[in-house]
């Protein structure tokens, strides 16, 4: 059996009993920490919350040297474990695939992921969200400013008065990045307020599942220049807002009487 366990949102105690108690009965624990991470608890933190020893792969030893996790899959029960919900955004079908090619067994424990907590601290409801997108650095993709495609993805929503939710860029054991780095809302608000629209209404949402999870919604250009801690950092681009959802951002994000009116 291979099972897929969603970590949650913050530390080692965001996972759902059902994932903990997959772990617990696991043969070998493996994990990902480069599509996303849990800035609240280190592998040493989790490895010690559930008892085990955790096999931390990179990009690589996932996705062109999967065999020690099939090996182990195949021979007992092996766990794979990755930060938020380990099928959305951090997807890893192909693995999943692999595994029932070779007749293994595997299931999917769903845990509380960046893209439900959007929607659920920002007031802004679920199924008004379109297409989501990602909005690397500058440097990661090649060119200056930003990619046409986040742009496109973004108006294309705000035609359809829907929200657009922007993933903002990871990168561990880049060799170009000093350390691993989080692109930070401010930054990412920076980049669309030059290179976008300056006065578009724009919602942080900053440590989503964390005891100071923060929600800040103001225009672009005054998004960048605020500081809101340490990661991980959302951006939300809403389109038509309910009436509801216009109360939301005023008393839970501080949204300006004059965006929303707009």
Request: glycine share 8%; charged share 25%; aromatic share 6%.
């Amino acid at each position: 059996m291979l099972t897929f366990v969603g970590l949650g949102l913050y530390d080692e105690r965001s996972v759902t009993v059902e994932g903990a108690d997959a772990i617990a009965a696991t043969d070998r624990a493996f994990a990902e920490f480069y599509t996303s991470h849990l800035v609240g608890a280190d592998v040493a933190d989790l490895e010690d919350h559930h008892g085990i020893d955790i096999e931390v792969r990179d990009r690589a030893g996932v996705e062109q040297d999967p065999e020690p996790i099939l090996d182990a899959a195949e021979t007992g029960d092996a766990v794979f474990l990755t930060a938020g919900d380990t099928m959305i955004s951090t997807t890893h079908v192909d693995l999943r695939l692999r595994a029932e090619e070779r007749g293994i067994d595997t299931r999917v424990i769903h845990a509380p992921t960046a893209e439900s907590a959007a929607s659920s601290l920002t007031g802004l409801q679920n199924y008004r969200f379109g297409k989501a997108t990602t909005l690397p650095f500058e440097w990661a993709h090649g060119a200056d400013g930003v990619p046409g495609s986040v742009v496109e993805t973004i108006e294309d929503n705000r035609e359809r008065g829907l929200h657009t939710l922007c993933y903002l860029d990871i990168k561990v054991d880049h060799p170009r990045a000093d350390g691993d780095e989080y692109m930070t809302a401010s930054h990412a608000a920076g980049l669309l307020a030059e290179h976008w629209n300056p006065d578009a209404l724009g919602v942080v949402v900053a440590r989503a599942g964390a005891p100071d999870a923060t929600v800040r919604a103001d225009t672009l250009a005054a998004l960048a220049e605020e500081d809101f801690g340490d990661p991980l950092h959302l951006l939300v681009i809403p389109g038509d807002l309910h009436h509801v959802e216009q109360d939301a951002l005023a008393g839970l994000a501080d949204a300006p009487d004059e965006l929303l009116a707009e």
